[in-house]
């Protein structure tokens, strides 16, 4: 294969070595191989991939860029290996799994994207489902060896995971397999999910036993470990109590236009809380049953794509499915979306937590969807796959930021605010609760990690933080609880959504104004998009550089 440099070369040879350390990430590429195994989560095995990260580094740094796509796509691979390795030599990716990630869910979420055709697609999901126990054990294994090291993960987590684990075994696994083969034809399949089952019980009273009474009980990791993780999600060097303070004014802002809505759809509300009950209980965004929910999401996205194409956005044929689905019991109370497979076959997915429920409010979704699917994160993702001649194969499948990313995403929520989309009170109200909800992720997330003091002159917690979620961005208990949860267990990434999106902002408007009558939309869209994922630091660098072409 003849490669346009040896960047090139490199970012693609790591990627299949990788990806030959992992059968998970054969799965999320979408290559075929591995189907049948698990990951190896013993320290061993994440040594084995370590020394693949140091030795790609060694030869990277020797090479020199041809030109501009090169410079590019050799300073995000070599700052995205750093940051990873940086994690691993701390022990750091060894501590931090929470509600929202962790190598149980991370297993149990990936039979979700095994292809499912053939009679050798559902052979390997059982041999894989064979698999299960072995990786719980050598996770199990990893995690207490690690606590010798004086390095746990907050109880907090524990337990969080725990529950997940328990909600696995009881049925979990046996009704994911009875809705890949309802009609049992591969009986190997559902046997095997009997052994996971079991599995997972063992594991979960394996960390309730063993675990659990050494685990952390303080849930703040502190500044100097928030600030590691914080620069990770970010990529970019942040003042913490500025960013804070920002965050409170920002909060405060959005809720005052809330109160605007209020006096609409409830006059004389005297809490948000109350309008927002009002909306969950209006008929005429209520909708009943997993499948109606699913193909009013399916019928939105599908109709995004068709007005977003054209006038502001490019949209490559080959990314214009995007399939909206039930998540798994077990998931976080958040919906969440998975890119397609590296040569497509396999379509990007948005994925929606019914959380026992019947029905939903459709009122907060249609922001959401947008930050999903298109112009969200399909959209950028996609485009990201489809860049074959721009971007490496690193760039394309390894290089996720989450403030680029989640920035875009919500960058991309706002812009349709900017269209008009939300042209109904109820409507912008959801859009301004998931606004204020990420508003609020900078000022709990900071301020439970550092010890700032909240509202009320206490410093901030588990409680004010469910208490402010609930009453300035709309949360019902349960979301509001899973959202504390997920801070506690991954600090600094819950910034990165208005963080990033504030960057994507003013790297639009500094555009604008230097480029006066030459700016245009679709133009600043497709460039911003085609160069690809990397931290906000550099991004913003970039962006400074456009020359409106």
Same mark, same amino acid.
């Given at each position: 294969?003849?490669?346009?440099?040896?960047?090139?070369?490199?970012?693609?040879?790591?990627?299949?070595?990788?990806?030959?350390?992992?059968?998970?990430?054969?799965?999320? %590429?979408?290559?075929?191989?591995?189907?049948?195994?698990?990951?190896?989560?013993?320290? *061993?095995?994440?040594?084995?991939?370590?020394?693949?990260?140091?030795?790609?580094?060694?030869?990277?740094?020797?090479?020199?860029?041809?030109?501009?796509?090169?410079?590019?796509?050799?300073?995000?691979?070599?700052?995205?290996?750093?940051?990873?390795?940086?994690?691993?030599?701390?022990?750091?990716?060894?501590?931090?799994?929470?509600?929202?990630?962790?190598?149980?869910?991370?297993?149990?979420?990936?039979?979700?994207?095994?292809?499912?055709?053939?009679?050798?697609?559902?052979?390997?999901?059982?041999?894989?489902? *064979?698999?299960?126990?072995?990786?719980?054990?050598?996770?199990?294994?990893?995690?207490?060896?690690?606590?010798?090291?004086?390095?746990?993960?907050?109880?907090?987590?524990?337990?969080?995971?725990?529950?997940?684990?328990? /909600?696995?075994?009881?049925?979990?696994?046996?009704?994911?397999?009875?809705?890949?083969?309802?009609?049992?034809?591969?009986? *190997?399949?559902?046997?095997?999910?009997?052994?996971?089952?079991? /599995?997972?019980? *063992?594991?979960?009273?394996?960390?309730?036993?063993?675990?659990?009474?050494?685990?952390?009980?303080?849930?703040?990791?502190?500044?100097?470990?928030?600030?590691?993780?914080?620069?990770?999600?970010?990529?970019?060097?942040?003042?913490?109590?500025?960013?804070?303070?920002?965050?409170?004014?920002?909060?405060?802002?959005?809720?005052?236009?809330?109160?605007?809505?209020?006096?609409?759809?409830?006059?004389?509300?005297?809490?948000?809380? !109350?309008?927002?009950?009002?909306?969950?209980?209006?008929?005429?965004?209520?909708?009943?049953?997993? !499948?109606?929910?699913?193909?009013?999401?399916?019928?939105?996205?599908?109709?995004?794509?068709?007005?977003?194409?054209?006038?502001?956005?490019?949209?490559?044929?080959?990314?214009?499915?995007?399939?909206?689905?039930?998540?798994?019991?077990?998931?976080?109370?958040?919906?969440?979306?998975?890119?397609?497979?590296?040569?497509?076959?396999?379509?990007?997915?948005?994925?929606?937590?019914?959380?026992?429920?019947?029905?939903?409010? /459709?009122?907060?979704?249609?922001?959401?969807?947008?930050?999903?699917?298109?112009?969200?994160?399909?959209?950028?993702?996609?485009?990201?796959?489809?860049?074959?001649?721009? %971007?490496?194969?690193?760039?394309?499948?390894?290089?996720?930021? /989450?403030?680029?990313?989640?920035?875009?995403?919500?960058?991309?929520?706002?812009?349709?605010?900017?269209?008009?989309?939300?042209?109904?009170?109820?409507?912008?109200?959801?859009?301004?609760?998931?606004?204020?909800?990420?508003?609020?992720?900078?000022?709990?997330?900071?301020?439970?990690?550092?010890?700032?003091?909240?509202?009320?002159?206490?410093?901030?917690?588990?409680?004010?933080?469910?208490?402010?979620?609930?009453?300035?961005?709309?949360?019902?208990?349960?979301?509001?609880?899973?959202?504390?949860?997920?801070?506690?267990?991954?600090?600094?990434?819950?910034?990165?959504?208005?963080?990033?999106?504030?960057?994507?902002?003013?790297?639009?408007?500094?555009?604008?104004?230097?480029?006066?009558?030459?700016?245009?939309?679709?133009?600043?869209?497709?460039?911003?998009?085609?160069?690809?994922?990397?931290?906000?630091?550099?991004?913003?660098?970039?962006?400074?550089?456009?020359?409106?072409?």
């Amino acid at each position: 294969m003849t490669y346009r440099s040896e960047i090139f070369e490199i970012s693609d040879v790591f990627i299949d070595q990788a990806a030959a350390l992992s059968p998970m990430d054969c799965t999320y %590429l979408g290559n075929g191989k591995n189907q049948d195994k698990l990951d190896d989560f013993s320290i *061993a095995g994440a040594a084995v991939s370590a020394n693949l990260t140091r030795e790609t580094l060694k030869k990277l740094a020797t090479m020199a860029p041809i030109d501009e796509i090169d410079r590019i796509a050799k300073t995000v691979m070599t700052e995205r290996l750093e940051s990873g390795l940086a994690l691993h030599d701390s022990q750091e990716s060894f501590v931090l799994w929470n509600v929202l990630t962790s190598p149980p869910s991370n297993i149990r979420s990936i039979f979700e994207l095994m292809p499912k055709k053939s009679a050798q697609d559902f052979d390997n999901i059982a041999k894989r489902l *064979a698999a299960v126990d072995t990786a719980h054990e050598q996770w199990l294994e990893t995690i207490l060896t690690v606590a010798k090291n004086g390095k746990t993960t907050a109880q907090r987590q524990v337990k969080g995971v725990i529950e997940q684990l328990e /909600s696995y075994a009881n049925g979990g696994y046996s009704q994911m397999c009875k809705n890949f083969d309802p009609d049992g034809k591969y009986p *190997a399949m559902h046997e095997a999910a009997q052994l996971a089952q079991k /599995s997972s019980a *063992a594991t979960a009273l394996a960390l309730t036993n063993d675990y659990l009474p050494i685990a952390n009980p303080n849930d703040a990791v502190g500044a100097e470990r928030y600030a590691v993780w914080s620069r990770y999600f970010t990529g970019a060097k942040l003042d913490l109590r500025a960013t804070y303070e920002w965050g409170v004014a920002d909060l405060k802002a959005i809720n005052d236009r809330m109160w605007v809505l209020a006096e609409q759809i409830k006059p004389g509300a005297k809490t948000l809380r !109350e309008v927002a009950d009002v909306l969950d209980r209006d008929p005429k965004y209520v909708i009943k049953g997993g !499948e109606n929910v699913i193909k009013f999401l399916q019928d939105f996205t599908d109709a995004a794509i068709k007005r977003m194409d054209g006038e502001f956005f490019e949209i490559d044929e080959r990314i214009k499915i995007c399939e909206a689905r039930l998540a798994p019991e077990g998931s976080a109370s958040a919906p969440y979306y998975n890119g397609p497979s590296e040569d497509l076959s396999r379509p990007g997915s948005t994925w929606i937590p019914m959380l026992g429920k019947e029905e939903v409010s /459709s009122w907060h979704l249609v922001s959401t969807w947008y930050h999903e699917a298109v112009p969200g994160h399909h959209l950028q993702v996609g485009t990201v796959t489809v860049e074959k001649d721009r %971007l490496t194969r690193f760039q394309r499948t390894a290089a996720w930021i /989450s403030g680029y990313g989640e920035g875009w995403a919500l960058y991309a929520e706002r812009f349709m605010n900017e269209l008009g989309a939300f042209d109904e009170p109820g409507i912008e109200m959801g859009y301004l609760s998931a606004q204020a909800l990420r508003a609020a992720r900078i000022v709990v997330d900071i301020g439970m990690h550092l010890g700032y003091t909240d509202f009320d002159g206490n410093v901030w917690n588990a409680q004010s933080s469910r208490t402010l979620l609930n009453e300035q961005a709309l949360l019902d208990e349960a979301h509001s609880r899973s959202e504390t949860d997920r801070y506690l267990g991954w600090p600094g990434q819950a910034i990165s959504y208005k963080v990033g999106e504030r960057v994507w902002m003013k790297a639009r408007e500094d555009a604008r104004t230097r480029l006066g009558e030459a700016f245009n939309m679709k133009k600043f869209h497709s460039y911003a998009l085609k160069i690809g994922p990397m931290g906000l630091d550099p991004f913003a660098a970039e962006m400074s550089a456009w020359d409106g072409s």
